[in-house]
DNA sequence: TCTATTATTTCGGTGTACCTAAACTTTGAA
DNA sequence: TTCAAAGTTTAGGTACACCGAAATAATAGA
């Protein structure tokens, strides 16, 4: 029921748990778990063991894991952490892009929530991290935006970056250099193919370097979020069991 | 040697052992330590130990504990790490004076060197913290400020208040309450005795509630700066092996 | 100087979060 | 339908930072 002194191993798991299907549906297994949190398989066993008796998750031996309306709600407090911090750490410190994610993975365990709401006052109560990924309210709603992953995608189809993994420095960096950041406008030319990657092309006369060869790595990395249409903002409530299913475009 | 992955208790038991001699010279005993880190004194057999293997101190059996210059530097390294944190939660987030202790107690464990100058930067290197206390600087060196402690002082004494301990929130927001801060004028009028309390004025107008009785828990807490003759800062070298000694006014 | 008190250390044991290796399920290819 | 490969759990073990109780050293008073 309880799951009083919050370690932080268990904030971790639940956090990779819930990021497993931000953004697609399929349930995390024991190996893919013990993989993201860089640990032995059989160390993620007896912590899903020990997960269950708190409540935070539902998991039947050699199944997937599921979390509960309770591990949602812990899971989407360290989501909304870690990219506060991370908007924070850019905006008021000066960190850059790809600096901020490991800096705000220590510090999600560490702050209260007292320092979690006077950050994110003295932002302005921002929705999306520096990344263009959405940060959870106190309450655990987060405003979300039809996107797509751009390896999804089909040629013709235009639109502005919305989300970018933020996982890899070195990614980050080399999207810099040649141009593409959150809000970028690219048009997407060539359909990817495993190995082959992906060519694309900037409409902006601002990013005109011509079109692009993104490797198939990268266009994974990055979400497009369609123009016209669906704008923006369609809002899910979070809170309670429901969880959280990505926008689908059915067009 | 090396002290390689810096558990936060191995810092918070360096920390502690350097607090105790900060305004005083006698080393701690393996019981006060225990005491002030919350932990039996078994505990601090082991750890002590454990710290001598990493030549973080020195020490023999059934004797007191003191820093080496290793040691040292990484006390010096944490006193730096709460006080910028307290400084930067005032100053930037808005919290109060007595609500600081505990959040950098957590943070000074979890923020990296990046962070800590980048916060010094933004605050522009600040010397002091919110109570008052010096802040080292990266290199380790703390500037002082002659300072007695209230309790220690004669009648007729003036200055002002340079430091306030910040062990105890209670006590800090009744001194708020009365018109105590760090930088309030004072004069002692009668001496102190244990259980007797000590009596004060303030000759600032600004602060004017008349003539004060202080109790003597409450008078140890406060530092008194001499106007005058000495008015601020002998800096002194602490990165090496020399232990810091309080300024020693010799009038 | 001897003993009683106090301080400190040693000893055996706890919970957490890991590990490797072995045993066990599940799955899918023949 | 069978069985080997892949995925998962169990078993046994480690390091860390604690604990209480027992043993030992230091100290202070008679």
Redesign the pocket.
């Known amino acids: 029921m309880k799951h009083s ?1 919050n ?4 904030e ?2 639940v956090k990779v748990i819930y990021a497993y299907t931000e953004w697609q549906d399929k349930p995390i ?6 993989t993201r ?14 997960l269950k008796d708190q409540g935070l998750v539902d ?7 599921h979390l509960t309306a309770e591990g949602l709600t812990l899971a989407l407090a360290m989501v909304r952490r870690h990219r506060l911090l991370e908007t924070y750490l850019v905006r008021e410190l000066g960190y850059s892009w790809d600096e901020v994610h490991d800096e705000a993975e220590q510090l999600e365990h560490a702050v209260s929530d007292h320092f979690i709401e006077r950050m994110s006052a003295k932002l302005g109560h921002p929705s999306r991290d520096p990344h263009g990924d959405p940060i959870p309210d106190a309450q655990g709603r987060i405003t979300m935006v039809p996107s797509h992953r751009l390896d999804e995608l089909d040629p013709g189809h235009t639109g502005r970056i919305s989300r970018i993994s933020d996982h890899d420095p070195a990614l980050l960096r080399h999207l810099e250099a040649i141009g593409i950041g959150v809000d970028t406008r690219l048009t997407v030319l060539g359909q990817p193919r495993f190995g082959a990657g992906l060519q694309i092309a900037f409409p902006d006369a601002t990013n005109d370097v011509g079109p692009l060869t993104l490797s198939d790595e990268v266009a994974a990395s990055l979400w497009l979020a369609s123009e016209g249409a669906h704008p923006d903002c369609s809002v899910q409530e979070l809170t309670g069991g429901s969880l959280m299913t990505p926008y689908s475009d059915a067009q």
């Open positions: 002194p370690s932080s191993s268990i971790d798991y297994t024991s190996s893919a778990l013990a949190l860089g640990v032995a398989n059989s160390s993620v066993s007896e912590m899903v063991r020990k998991h039947e031996p050699y199944s997937p894991i």
